[in-house]
């Protein structure tokens, strides 16, 4: 088993996978796992995933199909989905993905396009996946402050922003962060083995 | 026993003076609200449905008919609705607001969508629009109409207006995104935006390839959630359990995803073989089985809705 892809159809085979990853996300918002206390889907889990196992630029691509794919109408969101989704106060986090999952990518593989190295660091993949989610909620609350007191037309504090829209999920992030951790280099294996 | 009651009153403003200290004006309402709906999701976390792994969902809401409305092309539907959406930003007056209501009304029974279903989607916005409206009934200057008796907040009808308004605009927003989601197709929609960009080829963006990536996710999904729910049957014969201590929950997620994910990557493994050996080599010189077409129908349709727009424009 060589890390050598097919050089030919490789790009083509990313494309699909970004699509699956958008696919994935998609779906991830609707399988909520039975833990006490934790509102916990999968969305963020596989928006960690996709960056870093697709790369920083098909990673980030397979999140703008899942946004574009969702403000087209198909109900795939949180709380449904169409055109008009802009002005819900959770629109900063789906904003976010795209970013999160180029980042992730970009401190896992680096300039290296082919892929990241195969052996990562543990601790290499925990900073990735904390500064997606960093990521995801720095502009989550900037999006629901911003939603609050713009759409909604109500001034609120950012201390309230930060707190009904970053400490209460907090927990279920942090297990999701974990297993990911755990899961990227396994997930990583299955994905070269598929492509060679 | 009129003392009982004079001594009840003053402890009660009292408590309301305090209570108005630390609730202070509405932005501390709203947040109180979000609160609530967050600790009520957390709550239900915990004693919400065991087994229910995956929640329902219909996708593509796709309701198929023969109406005016689903005739039109999508890129005439695409456009009107896009342009409704700017037009909803102008209203800012009552009049316009009924203009909108009126026009909504129309399409309806142009649609001739069953009223359940297009006004069933209002429904996962109903809190945000009833927290809008709460917000701006107590918070606008104006004639005061009512006062709130413990708490010293004001209705005025400014306030009134206002929440209709603000309220009115978000369901109106919400319906109309529905209208073009019922009576289109998702694929004739990822087509229509294609043809719609294709000017952007110009510029080197990869239309095609995104339009092409666009569908293939919307077919991925349902076969994920189908496979899902068959890796979930699967490990809970073998006897994982969902159920049990903390960790042992999490660690109850692996055998879940895991196998998810492999069936994933083969579906798209299965999917890349079978478009290769199909030719498959982008969008150049590419052809489609129905071709779409603008009718005098889709040009009244425009014209309809730039009418609706001017109108709006120039009432505020």
Not at chain 1, 114 to 121: I, M
Not at chain 2, 17 to 37: Q, R
Not at chain 2, 57 to 80: C, E, F, M, N, W
Request: proline share 5%; aromatic share 10%; glycine share 8%.
């Amino acid at each position: 088993m060589s890390r050598e892809p097919i050089i030919n159809s490789v790009n083509f085979r990313l494309h699909i996978l970004a699509s699956l990853f958008a696919a994935l996300t998609a779906v991830g918002a609707f399988i909520r796992l039975p833990i006490p206390y934790v509102p916990l889907t999968l969305q963020t889990f596989f928006v960690i995933l996709s960056g870093a196992l697709l790369g920083p630029r098909f990673g980030a691509l397979s999140q703008i199909l899942y946004l574009a794919v969702g403000l087209l109408g198909v109900p795939i969101f949180a709380n449904g989905g169409g055109p008009g989704y802009v002005l819900q106060p959770s629109f900063g986090y789906l904003l976010a993905y795209p970013a999160a999952a180029y980042v992730i990518g970009f401190i896992l593989w680096g300039w290296n396009p082919s892929g990241a190295p195969p052996k990562l660091a543990t601790l290499r993949i925990l900073t990735a996946n904390l500064a997606g989610l960093c990521l995801i909620y720095l502009l989550g609350v900037m999006g629901l402050y911003f939603n609050l007191n713009f759409v909604m037309g109500k001034t609120t504090t950012l201390a309230h922003a930060v707190w009904i829209g970053c400490i209460v999920f907090l927990p279920g992030s942090v297990v999701k962060v974990a297993v990911a951790t755990f899961l990227v280099p396994k997930m990583q294996r299955v994905l070269v083995m598929r492509s060679t | 026993m009129e003392e009982v009651s004079l001594r009840t009153a003053a402890k009660l403003r009292e408590f309301a003076k305090k209570v108005k200290g630390k609730v202070g004006d509405s932005s501390a309402v709203l947040f109180y609200l979000i609160f609530l709906k967050n600790s009520l999701i957390l709550f239900f976390s915990k004693y919400g449905s065991k087994m229910g792994f995956i929640r329902d969902i219909t996708l593509g809401q796709y309701h198929a008919g023969h109406s005016l409305l689903h005739v039109l092309d999508p890129r005439t539907k695409l456009l009107a609705s896009l342009i409704l959406m700017v037009c909803l930003l102008f209203a800012e007056r009552p009049g316009s607001i009924v203009l909108h209501g009126t026009f909504c009304l129309l399409v309806w029974r142009l649609s001739g969508l069953p009223g359940r279903l297009v006004f069933g989607n209002l429904k996962p916005f109903l809190w945000i629009v009833s927290v809008t409206a709460l917000v701006h009934i107590f918070t606008a200057e104006g004639r005061v109409l009512l006062i709130v008796p413990v708490f010293d907040w004001s209705i005025s009808d400014q306030g009134l207006a206002n929440a209709l308004v603000y309220s009115a605009r978000l369901l109106f927003l919400v319906l109309f995104a529905a209208f073009l989601t019922l009576t289109t197709p998702p694929t004739e929609l990822t087509d229509g935006l294609e043809k719609m960009m294709s000017p952007l080829k110009k510029l080197r963006l990869p239309v095609h390839e995104l339009a092409l990536m666009m569908t293939l996710s919307l077919r991925f999904i349902p076969i994920l959630i189908r496979e899902a729910e068959r890796v979930k049957n699967a490990q809970l014969s073998r006897g994982v359990s969902l159920e049990g201590p903390f960790l042992q929950r999490v660690r109850a997620l692996l055998p879940m995803i895991l196998p998810l994910f492999v069936l994933a990557m083969q579906r798209s493994e299965e999917l890349a073989v079978a478009m290769e050996s199909r030719a498959y080599s982008g969008g150049q010189g590419r052809t489609s089985y129905r071709e779409l077409t603008m009718t005098q129908n889709d040009a009244a349709a425009i014209g309809l809705v730039s009418l609706v727009f001017v109108f709006t424009v120039a009432m505020g």
